[in-house]
């Protein structure tokens, strides 16, 4: 239990177990929502070891860990009692603040906050199911494994079990981030996805016709779905009685929900899935040359804010409704190698402090591999006008990629290194990784040479005064 002292320290310093609402955490940040803000010592929590940050935002702290993050968050539970499922809000942090006037930031911070919950979670199957799909297109079009054989066979079966049930995962986290049984939400995804509702023609419901919809890796039909069922849940917990509530209540939101969602939600959310998917594809088409330069530039403090996760269902609406993502992958895979790059380039200016100067190289590398907080936070947002070398090489590598539209046909998580595969084409092709290639040699050279420079002209100014 490595993180068990850290933890009891942020525990302190958040104002105990009762000034929490909910804990969780995302691919490198443990995300603690308080009660009460005059609470939180933010300058305490900066100091404690084994952290690599501290955002304060939205009702929440984010303690940045990195890719340790699923360990650090067990060790907290353990260390603070604090249950999966808890509900606080009630909880003694009890004087209460004065109302906080809310701006649009605050409102997208919460959206991105809420989407981080309920995508983040099912990050690592994408990633494992991603990367098995490439692996086999590989085999069977350079290694001459047969499309029939058993081994193909369960390789499908891994990816179809992190894509095609994509609705239950969501419906699953869904439910649980906003605090009802997870389970129902769960059991609207399987339904969605299953062989008899996902795609049949002629189904109705008391007379009513059910349009034929394929939910298979769809996104927004369940979202909508376990939205309305928020409100019907939130309903019956008032006016059902409790002697009966525990089997009264899921039936009649089942009831209920089932067939809005797929007399209605459903197809509404297929059909502005087809519309954005549509959108970006003209986007990308038409003016990617201009628009992915600024994406990739700022794309780091898109994940500063947590807005990359209020942006993920884009991607993952993409890849379902055109079979690929031209858009939130990329931007994601550009700077994050930019971001390794600046960081191998600050490493490189560190002379007397080996310690220091290992510390940053290492989060240089993770950052090629995907996860850049711990480059970012510890070497990057201290030194700004090294930040000017990211954003060159981010301009430079997102102009190449907008013109030539580099595509990742695999929605996940941590772009980078270890996902450069997502760029592996459906059939196996490999015209669209060697763009990645290009694109990523582009991204980290440029960035490392850009940061390079700034820092020579900066110790020749230094020196000069």
């Known amino acids: 239990m490595k993180y068990v002292e850290m933890s009891k320290q942020v525990l302190e310093h958040v104002g105990g177990v009762d000034n929490l609402n909910y804990v969780e955490h995302c691919a490198t940040r443990l995300r603690l929502h308080y009660n009460n803000e005059k609470l939180i010592n933010e300058e305490a929590l900066k100091g404690i070891e084994n952290t690599l940050g501290v955002i304060k935002k939205a009702g929440q702290v984010q303690i940045i860990i990195g890719p340790n993050v699923n360990e650090a968050y067990n060790d907290f539970l353990e260390v603070s009692g604090w249950k999966e499922g808890q509900n606080n809000e009630t909880g003694s942090a009890k004087e209460a603040e004065e109302p906080q006037k809310m701006s649009f930031m605050n409102y997208l911070n919460k959206f991105g906050n809420f989407m981080a919950a309920v995508f983040m979670p099912i990050v690592p199957a994408l990633i494992a199911g991603g990367i098995i799909l490439a692996v086999k297109n590989l085999l069977i079009n350079y290694f001459g494994l047969d499309m029939e054989s058993g081994t193909a066979v369960i390789i499908d079966a891994i990816f179809n079990a992190a894509f095609t049930f994509l609705p239950v995962y969501l419906g699953f986290t869904m439910a649980r981030r906003l605090k009802m049984e997870p389970i129902l939400g769960a059991v609207l995804g399987a339904l969605l996805?299953?062989?008899n509702i996902s795609g049949q023609e002629g189904l109705s419901f008391l007379g009513i016709g059910?349009?034929?919809?394929d939910y298979s890796t769809s996104v927004l039909p369940v979202m909508l779905g376990v939205g309305l069922m928020y409100f019907v849940d939130k309903f019956f917990k008032k006016v059902i009685p409790e002697i009966v509530i525990y089997f009264l209540k899921p039936l009649l939101t089942m009831i209920i929900v089932v067939p809005i969602t797929l007399i209605v939600l459903g197809p509404i959310g297929t059909l502005l899935s087809d519309y954005v998917g549509s959108g970006i594809t003209t986007?990308?088409?038409t003016i990617g040359g201009l628009a992915m330069p600024v994406f990739a530039v700022a794309y780091p403090y898109m994940v500063m804010f947590g807005l990359d996760k209020a942006i993920m269902p884009i991607g993952f609406n993409s890849v379902a409704t055109i079979g690929y993502d031209p858009a939130i992958m990329v931007m994601g895979f550009i700077s994050n190698l930019c971001i390794g790059g600046s960081a191998l380039a600050a490493a490189t200016s560190i002379k007397n402090d080996?310690?220091?100067?290992?510390?940053?190289v290492s989060s240089g590398v993770t950052a090629l591999c995907g996860v850049t907080e711990p480059a970012f936070y510890g070497a990057l947002i201290t030194r700004p006008k090294i930040l000017i070398g990211t954003a060159i090489g981010a301009a430079s590598a997102g102009l190449v990629a907008g013109i030539f539209g580099l595509k990742s046909y695999i929605m996940g998580g941590t772009p980078g290194l270890f996902t450069a595969m997502f760029f592996i084409d459906n059939q196996g092709g490999l015209g669209n990784l060697?763009?990645?290639?290009?694109v990523g040699i582009v991204g980290v050279v440029v960035s490392y040479i850009s940061c390079r420079i700034i820092i020579s002209r900066t110790k020749s100014t230094e020196k000069a005064e």
């Open 434 to 438: 060697f763009l990645a290639a290009i």
């Open 354 to 360: 080996k310690a220091k100067k290992g510390m940053i």
């Open 283 to 285: 986007l990308m088409s």
């Open 210 to 213: 059910i349009p034929a919809v």
């Open 193 to 195: 996805v299953s062989s």
